[in-house]
């Protein structure tokens, strides 16, 4: 079975700060997303990498996939108390389950002014 | 647009009874999937459908159906609920194997 390894389970930090999530998989993806989660309510689509190196940023977010496809990290630069929430990875393995996405288990993040 | 939908957003049920939770989505995706979230274990998928009239086995579909009698409609129905199954339930659409968009979820208790 697959299995997307994601740390830290639980981050907190002070508003300013930096911050970084990563998501390893023991297998070469086919695409990796990143999701954020407020709690009570959906996933809210962040970004999508799916080429080796490949680096996208949106505002303060950075996320990046290594040349293996096997980890990305997601980084927040000046951490905002709007930035809390539960980041979750999620994996296509492609092949037979193109399309077909296994998740991290989260990391919780809090930011405190 | 709406995006995604679900009905009903939260509850309760006794062992044994049955009900259907209902996924709409208004952006002419094919492709429509279930999951569950439990604490602890992240996301895990239940089934899935790529396209009207077809569905498919997710990770952990044992106690649950689904249909897709409208490309728009997404139905998982639980016969006998168990007390196993109480979850937050999310519905997601994609235009095809690309990005997944998630409805709002339904939160399941059964007693």
Known sequence: ?113 | NAGVTQTPKFRVLKTGQSMTLLCAQDMNHEYMYWYRQDPGMGLRLIHYSVGEGTTAKGEVPDGYNVSRLKKQNFLLGLESAAPSQTSVYFCASSGSTDTQYFGPGTRLTVL
């Open chain 1, 1 to 113: 079975s697959q299995e997307l390894e994601q740390s830290p389970q639980s981050l907190i930090v002070q508003e300013g700060k930096n911050l970084t999530i990563n998501c390893t998989s023991s297998k070469t993806l086919y695409g990796l997303y990143w999701y954020k989660q407020k709690y009570g309510e959906g996933l809210i689509f962040l970004m999508m990498l799916q080429k080796g190196g490949e680096e996208k940023s949106h505002e303060k977010i950075t996320a990046k996939l290594d040349e293996k496809k096997q980890q990305s990290s997601l980084h927040i630069t000046a951490s905002q108390p709007s930035h809390a929430g539960i980041y979750l990875c999620g994996a296509d393995a492609g092949g037979s389950t193109l399309g077909r996405l296994y998740f991290g288990r989260g990391t919780q993040l809090t930011v405190w002014p």
